[in-house]
């Protein structure tokens, strides 16, 4: 069957600002999403971890008539099972142990406008039959309470799993299926993608490049990139833009640069690799037990130093643009602020602000 075009499915600027690429593949996920963004059809998005789900979600709200309510986004893997129910329905004063106020659940943040789940093929079992009865009665009840409260609210949900295999194993409803997957959109990965590494490059450096600390890549780390599998797809590629922003300002991305972003270094290279980390990052403090040490070279590369020496420099170069702010530099390494305190005794590093 040949999917036919609205004429009049115009791609608006958050579209194209969202959804950067000129391959055919993303150019069919920009066509379908001005072609869905106008209705109020649910929207299945799926794709690989990484491919940019959310982004096709963001966009479908901003050229919708909700764009001016809110988006709200739910990673339905990431919330633990016994909270996942208060967090999207609510729940009343006293309905648990802990409950000591009344609560909105997301549904409700998001009336008016969108609610994304994320990694929908994740959800519990019996969750998903209280989020079909939701969307069968577009109505919440919070936990603990009895009057149900109607929602005006648009559900985008995605997910990286084979849902069709999830159902075979009935691992996932086929009756919420169909209520999610009225109008699906398939993302593809950035391998199945490679004409748009480059503008998904020149999109990151913008995003993340100082004013007068501009990098650039040489012609050859460039072909690299794009030869490259990507197996984290857009998510991998920004993180590496960004790792270069941070390590390299103002300097030249060549071969040796590119071997050390992908995390390729030999062994036998170790001389230049410490060169390139002396030019791109503050020293480190004073070397104590906890510190990561120096290898012998000639021998077999040593992945679990090469990260801590990797994860060591970062959090020292995040605290010294965060001025010590613990907090602050945990946001720039998109890590949690308890998980960072725990590596930073790991490595004994003491945040003196600048």
């Given at each position: 069957m040949t999917l036919a075009w609205k004429p009049d499915a115009i791609e608006g600027r958050a579209v194209r600002e969202l959804l950067i690429g000129e391959s055919a593949p993303i150019r069919v996920v920009r066509r379908l999403v001005c072609q869905v963004a106008s209705t109020a059809a649910s929207v299945l998005i799926t794709g690989p971890s990484g491919s940019g789900k959310e982004m096709v979600a963001r966009a479908i709200h901003a050229e919708s008539n909700r764009a001016s309510g809110p988006f709200v986004a739910v990673n339905c893997g990431a919330i633990p099972r016994d909270l996942l129910e208060s967090e999207l329905f609510g729940h009343e004063k006293g309905a648990f142990t802990g409950a000591v106020s009344q609560m909105r659940g997301r549904f409700e943040d998001a009336n008016g406008g969108t609610l994304?789940?994320?990694e929908i093929g994740d959800m519990p079992a019996d969750?998903?039959?209280k989020l079909l009865r939701v969307l069968e009665d577009r109505s919440v009840t919070r936990v603990g309470?009895?009057?149900p409260i109607r929602i005006d609210t648009r559900i985008i949900s995605a997910t990286h799993r084979d849902i069709g295999t999830a159902i075979e194993d009935q691992k996932f409803r086929e009756d919420l299926y169909y209520r999610l997957a009225v109008f699906p959109v398939h993302l593809p990965a950035l391998a199945e993608r490679r004409d748009d590494v480059p503008l998904l490059i020149d999109h990151f450096l913008r995003l993340f490049a100082e004013p007068g600390r501009e990098i650039t890549l040489s012609p050859a780390a460039l072909d690299e990139l794009c030869a490259y599998r990507w197996p984290g797809n857009v998510r991998e590629l920004r993180n590496i833009i960004e790792r270069a922003v941070i390590l390299f300002p103002g300097g030249v991305i060549g071969?040796?640069?590119?071997?050390l972003l992908l995390r390729r270094a030999p062994a036998e290279k170790r001389d230049e690799r410490e060169a390139l980390w002396a030019s791109a990052s503050p020293p480190p403090p004073p070397a104590r037990p906890e510190t990561?040490?120096?290898?012998?070279?000639?021998?077999?590369?040593?992945?679990k130093w090469m990260v801590a020496e990797f994860e060591h420099r970062h959090i020292v170069d995040a605290l010294r643009r965060c001025n010590g702010v613990v907090a602050d530099a945990a946001r720039h390494?998109?890590?949690?602020?308890?998980?960072l305190i725990e590596k930073m005794k790991k490595y004994g590093i003491v945040p003196n602000p600048v």
């Open positions: 994304f789940l994320d969750m998903q039959v309470g009895r009057a071969p040796d640069e590119m071997a990561p040490k120096e290898k012998p070279m000639g021998g077999p590369i040593d992945l390494l998109s890590l949690q602020r308890t998980t």
